[in-house]
Nanobody
């Protein structure tokens, strides 16, 4: 139901836009959508979320000021725009969804999300 795309190889300092498309699931306002990532030998990390209904966003400290999450209602898609990437951003990125809102303290915890995409690899390297 969720399809993540847009990953690839990017140079340090570069930009990349990831997309999360939904089928059979409206991403408009009913679902909170999160982007998570997992690097080799590291735990999964919540990167950014956009909340259901109020569309508020929340970012991990590592993403603040560099990443932007947004909804494209016309395409039923959520994007993660990444700027100024560095080697620490290398990971498989997953999008996830859950119906309704979460308390801010829980928004970046993957265990609260019900639907997951298959992941897209982002590699930052020169």
């Amino acid at each position: 139901q969720l399809q993540a795309s847009g990953g690839g190889l990017v140079q340090p300092g570069g930009s990349l836009r990831l997309s999360c498309a939904a089928s059979g699931l409206s991403l408009l306002d009913d679902y909170s959508i999160g982007w998570f990532r997992q690097a080799p030998e590291k735990e999964r990390e919540g990167v950014a979320i956009i909340s259901a209904s109020d569309r508020r966003t929340n970012y991990a400290d590592s993403a603040k000021g560099r990443f932007t999450i947004s909804r494209d209602h016309a395409k039923n898609t959520v994007h993660l725009q990444m700027h100024s990437v560095n080697s620490e951003d290398t990971a498989i990125y997953y999008c996830a969804a859950r119906k309704g809102r979460l308390n801010r303290s829980s928004q970046l915890e993957g265990r609260f999300y019900n639907y997951w995409g298959q992941g897209t690899q982002v590699t930052v390297s020169s």
